[in-house]
Every structure is written in C-alpha cells, then in structure tokens.
C-alpha cells in the first residue's frame, strides 16, 4: 500500500491534513475526535489527546491553536519548514522540533516534525519526507500500561521512531561504500564512483546536522522543570540521547571511511596516470633512436659516411633494431613496460 493510500485510510474525511485524532484514558484509545472537541476532551481528568497532522494548511493549525492555547510563533513555526532541531517552552507547552531522515533514490531525504506537548495532548506536526507515526501509535495502544504514562510517553515513542530511522540511512550508505571501496581497489575509480563518493560525504554531514543537534534536546528533556514531563519519564529521554550519540558515532566512522575512500581513489587514479606517463615516455625513448638516425641521413649531403657501402642500408636497420630492443629489455626490467 502506498504512503497515500495510507494516509486517505486512516485520514479523517474532510480534513485534509489531519492524520489520526484520538482521545486515550487509562492508556486505551476511546473516541476518534474532531479536532473541534480536542480541547474539551484535553481537559478530562486522565485523559489525552493524541492529533497527528501531515502538511495541514493554517486553518488547520488555527484550529488546534484554538484548542490548547498554543503560541503564536510556534504555529508560525509549524507552519514553515527548515527549522533547526530544538526545543522551545510557552508557558505551559513545549514545541519540539525534530529532523527525519529516510533514503530516495540514493540520496539522503530529510523531513521535519513538529511536536507539541502540554498536559494532556500531543499534536505531532510532519512536513517533508517522513515515514508515518501510524506505526508508533500502533505499537503504543499495544502496550497500554505504558501508554497510560501519559503525553511524555508519546514525546518519548515518536522521538525514539526518528532516531531508529536514521541507523538504516546510515547502514545503506555503509554498504554502498564498502562496494565502491571494493572496486576501487580491484580497479581505476570512474568519475562517477569519485562524484559519488563526494555527494555521500556530503550527505552525512547534513544528517549530523540533523541529528546531533536531538542531543541537547534530550538532555533538556531530562531536566526537572519542564510542564508535561514526569520525573520516571527522564530515563527514556537519556536512552534517546545514548541512541543519538551512537548515530552521531557511526556517522563520524562513516565520513572518515569516505574521506579514505576518496583519497584512495585519488591516488588510484594519480598512479595510473603515472603509469601512462612512463609507458609514453619509454616508447617516445625508444622511438627517437630511428627518428634521430632518419633524421640524420634524411639531410641530403653529398659526402655522408658509410653512404655508398653496399651493406650500409642493412646494418643501420641492424643497429636500429638493436639499440632499440636494448632500450625495451631495459624499460621493461625496470617496469615501465
């Protein structure tokens, strides 16, 4: 089934934008909501609210804006992509901001995710390339001890989601490296693998921008203070900082093997020129003996030596044929033939 197909099963009808809204107690799910009733249902004790929004247009954002009180310049900024991982608080909401990763067509395709959080919702916000949190919400009403933790816990699973996808970017890349690796050993790099190679190398550093930068979200996260954030959730937050800085670590592994692996192919192909040079070299050696020989009788004097022996003809060929297989033997001895 197609990412749309997806959405248009699970998107309520006649809200474009509008992923999943569900309201949860006691970690169950207990009514498909409209937006227009999440805040009311917000509001009940030990409930929560769970919108997920793809793309939604600014009526849409008004209307949640409406119902938890949200800020100003946080729709502002969910509304408009390109925003740099962070988290921000707004009395008492907090927007987080998070940078998916996913491969297309060879390359790194990044997304953004806007999630806010206060007591009792969660609105997450996607733009770009992004796989759907379908999944997360699937696996959390699986489990509805946990769910029942309440709006952090649903913080916790979908940061936890984006962070596991990057692993297999990163993995894709390593194998791909590792075959282009192999053939420049086996053989002259081409253009293609050495551009290749380059728009990799570029790539990572990209998803580390994205990635790293989750770090100091987490830590934040699992500082006291924060409104919506319980005490027994800041362990889980410090297990997505761990999965980060292993990203982070495979990312900075990888960008060296690049970084070898383009340097390789530079002196593969600086060697193979010089090989090209000596091979041109012996011959353009071992072509000057005749040249020069040619040349010399070619002058038309009269009065030369050896001009009217009547072997001459034949032992100039000899010596030719001689000095130059001489120089060939030689040439090749020393491997530059």
Partial sequence: ???????????????????????????????????????????????????????????????????????????EDALKAHQRPKLEQYGEALLVIARTAQMLEGRITFGETHLFVGRGYVVSVRHGASTTYTPVRARCEAAPKTLS???????????????????????????EVEEIEDSILTSVPSQNQVA???????????????????????????????????????????DVSDHIRRVQEEIESLREVLAFAFEASLMTGQAQQNEITRKLAAWAAILAVPTAVAGIYGMNFEFMPELHWHYGYVLVLMAIVAVCGGLYWRFRQNGWL
């Fill in 1 to 75: 089934m197609t990412e749309a197909l997806k959405l248009a099963s699970i998107q309520p009808r006649g809200i474009p934008g509008v992923v999943a809204s569900a309201a949860y107690a006691g970690g169950r799910r207990v009514a498909d909501i409209a937006i227009e009733e999440a805040g009311e249902w917000a509001h009940k004790p030990g409930h929560v609210v769970w919108i997920g929004l793809h793309e939604p247009g600014l009526d849409v954002l008004r209307k949640v804006q409406a119902q938890f009180g949200l800020h100003e310049l946080a729709i």
């Fill in 149 to 175: 933790e309440g709006e952090d816990f649903i913080l916790y699973a979908i940061l936890d989601f984006i962070v596991d996808h990057y692993m297999p970017v990163i993995e894709m890349i390593q194998a």
């Fill in 196 to 238: 290749r190679l380059y728009q990799l190398r570029r790539d990572l550093l990209r998803l580390r921008n994205a990635a790293v930068p989750l770090v100091e979200v987490c830590r934040r996260l699992e500082q006291p203070g924060l409104p919506g954030i319980d005490a027994a959730m800041q362990p889980l937050f410090r």
